[in-house]
Structure formats: structure tokens, C-alpha cells
Nanobody, 118 residues
Framework: QVQLVESGGGLVQAGGSLRLSCAASGRTFTNYDMGWFRQAPGKGREFVARIRWSGGRISYADSVKGRFTISRDNAKNTVSLQMNSLKPEDTAVYYC???????????WGRGTQVTVSS
């Protein structure tokens, strides 16, 4: 059974940094895409970043390019999201997700809250 568990959220001032981690378990994730999404209050869930577990195929939402960096650690089975120069509009619940192909995100974590104060 696939499990994705996020950690690292919290409260930070604008301009600050946070690092989110997603611990993945339950199977081998080779050939999986791993992604981060977020959902702000009153808004739909939106894509933030993704990476191929085997490396490469990295992409970001325009709103976070140059500020966020996605990475994975195969030895620890984790995917991380380094978030710098945070803005109040980055406030959201951040979710880790996984998909075996390139279409449907089949697996989701429960999310971690990120709050950026102005």
C-alpha cells in the first residue's frame, strides 16, 4: 500500500524559507512521477512542481519558478521541496502526490500547512 507522508510545514515570515519533505513507502517508485500540489483557502488544488523518481523531468508552476526547488533522495525514499523567498500568496496546504504514468495522480498524502505572514 502506497503511503505518502508530508512534513516540514509551518509559519514563516514573508521572504523566509521552508523545506517540505515527503516520505514515500509501500512500493518501488522507479518510473513514477512525484509531485507537489497546494490548495489555498477557497481555491482549487494547483500544481507546484514535479520530478521523475529516476531523475530529470523537472517542472514548476510559473508562480514558483526561481524560488522553489524540488529534489529526491533515493536512499531515503523522500522527495523534498525547498521553498525560498516565500510570499503570503504561497500560504496553502501542500500535498505530495505520485503517479505511475504521466496522466493521473493516483496517490496523495494528507498535506502539510504552510502559512506565510506579511
Amino acid at each position: 500500500q502506497v503511503q505518502l507522508v508530508e512534513s516540514g510545514g509551518g509559519l514563516v515570515q514573508a521572504g523566509g524559507s521552508l523545506r517540505l519533505s515527503c516520505a514515500a513507502s509501500g512500493r518501488t517508485f522507479t518510473n513514477y512521477d512525484m509531485g507537489w500540489f497546494r490548495q489555498a483557502p477557497g481555491k482549487g488544488r494547483e500544481f507546484v512542481a514535479r520530478i521523475r523518481w529516476s531523475g530529470g523531468r523537472i517542472s514548476y508552476a510559473d508562480s514558483v519558478k526561481g524560488r522553489f526547488t524540488i529534489s529526491r533522495d533515493n536512499a531515503k525514499n523522500t522527495v523534498s521541496l525547498q521553498m525560498n523567498s516565500l510570499k503570503p500568496e504561497d500560504t496553502a496546504v501542500y500535498y505530495c502526490a505520485a503517479r505511475p504514468g504521466t496522466i493521473n495522480w493516483d496517490y496523495w498524502g494528507r498535506g502539510t500547512q504552510v502559512t506565510v505572514s506579511s
